[in-house]
């Protein structure tokens, strides 16, 4: 069984917000409940087939890693009641994702290869390979839109619209910075090599920054596999990888990237199901522990119990 729809209504509920993957539920304005479902998007567009244990995968990677990182910066999560969901404090959203990048690929690549040299403001040198190691990490962010397509901006054009204030955004760059620091640390113990990643942030009514949304998941990252890197970009092979991209590659394959007009090729229930062992086989690279599919019957009952088990204590 898949989750791509949730409508529950919990004690306190104020709202109900569906995003791409996650179903986000305001409670009291103070809390959010985020339910992380089996959808599964690229290039903006919701694809028509859920992917079985996704929504446990990464709500659980995202679990992982804001622990493994609150000493860096103060995070949302309060309690994680069920598999699929994150229960934590309610913040004012920046309008901006902070995207780090430790290598060229994805869509800096696809962009470089077509002759840009910067990107959101920062320069890169000639003569790189596509997945080649960059002298340091960048910072590419981009506008964070209500709807539609991501926008990239440069950190001059974020302080001058006033998107963000410029103690805050320098204060989000730091963290951002720490944050992939720390997330290169953890993917080289389990062999893997922490490729590129976003990081949202909001704030809270005293005006404290914290992290919030996802973190070091495959929806949000990319990693390639330590072992072989070198003898591959050597070769100029690709490199093997674990993260959505195979996802956005094999619809560019297929001829789908978002556009007006393209039509998604047919999800059969062997891709999906190739695609669910994808996202658990990072599940276990990433976090070191054995995935542990949650029961999945009666599963939209079971969370609710859960999520109203954990509101009544708040």
Same mark, same amino acid.
């Given at each position: 069984m898949v989750?791509? &729809?949730?409508?529950?209504?919990?004690?306190?509920? =104020?709202?109900?917000?569906?995003?791409?993957? @996650? &179903?986000?539920y305001d409670i009291d304005n103070r809390y959010l409940v985020m339910v992380a479902t089996?959808?599964?998007?690229?290039?903006?567009?919701v694809l028509p087939e859920g992917i079985?244990?996704?929504?446990?995968?990464?709500?659980?990677?995202?679990?992982?890693? $804001?622990?493994?990182?609150? &000493?860096?910066?103060?995070? /949302?999560?309060?309690?994680?009641? &069920?598999?699929?969901?994150?229960?934590?404090?309610?913040?004012?959203?920046?309008?901006?994702?902070?995207?780090? +990048?430790?290598?060229?690929?994805?869509?800096? /690549? @696809?962009?470089?290869?077509?002759?840009?040299?910067?990107?959101?403001?920062?320069?890169?040198?000639?003569?790189?390979?596509?997945?080649?190691?960059l002298p340091e990490p960048i910072l590419t962010p981009t506008t964070k839109a209500d709807a539609g397509h991501d926008e990239n901006i440069s950190r001059e054009e974020i302080i001058k619209?006033?998107?963000?204030?410029?103690?805050?955004?320098? =204060?989000?760059? +730091?963290?951002? $910075?720490?944050?992939?620091? +720390?997330g290169t640390e953890m993917?080289?113990?389990?062999? $893997?090599?922490?490729?590129?990643?976003?990081?949202?942030?909001?704030?809270?009514?005293?005006?404290?920054?914290?992290?919030?949304?996802?973190?070091?998941t495959p929806d949000s990252s990319r990693y390639f596999y330590a072992e072989g890197y070198e003898e591959r970009q050597a070769k100029?092979?690709?490199?093997? =990888?674990?993260?959505?991209?195979?996802?956005r590659q094999w619809l560019i394959d297929h001829g789908f990237m978002g556009k007006p007009g393209q039509k998604v090729p047919e999800m059969t229930p062997e891709y999906c199901k190739e695609v669910s062992d994808r996202y658990i086989e990072l599940y276990e690279h990433i976090t070191g522990h054995k995935f542990e599919p949650a029961p999945e019957q009666d599963l939209k009952t079971r969370i609710y119990d859960n999520v109203e088990a954990c509101l009544a204590q708040l």
């Open positions: 989750l791509t &729809d949730t409508d529950y209504s919990f004690r306190g509920q =104020q709202s109900l917000y569906h995003g791409k993957v @996650r &179903d986000v089996d959808r599964i998007s690229a290039f903006d567009v079985p244990y996704k929504g446990q995968v990464l709500n659980q990677i995202a679990a992982h890693f $804001l622990e493994a990182t609150s &000493d860096i910066v103060p995070n /949302w999560k309060i309690a994680v009641p &069920d598999p699929m969901v994150t229960v934590g404090v309610k913040a004012q959203p920046l309008k901006i994702e902070m995207i780090v +990048r430790g290598y060229i690929a994805g869509s800096a /690549w @696809r962009e470089y290869a077509k002759g840009a040299r910067e990107i959101c403001g920062v320069k890169l040198p000639e003569g790189l390979k596509e997945n080649e190691k619209q006033g998107i963000v204030p410029e103690k805050v955004y320098e =204060q989000v760059e +730091r963290y951002a $910075l720490q944050l992939f620091a +720390r993917a080289a113990r389990q062999g $893997l090599i922490l490729v590129d990643t976003k990081y949202e942030f909001g704030l809270l009514p005293d005006g404290t920054v914290i992290l919030i949304d996802e973190i070091h100029g092979e690709p490199q093997k =990888q674990l993260s959505k991209e195979f996802v």
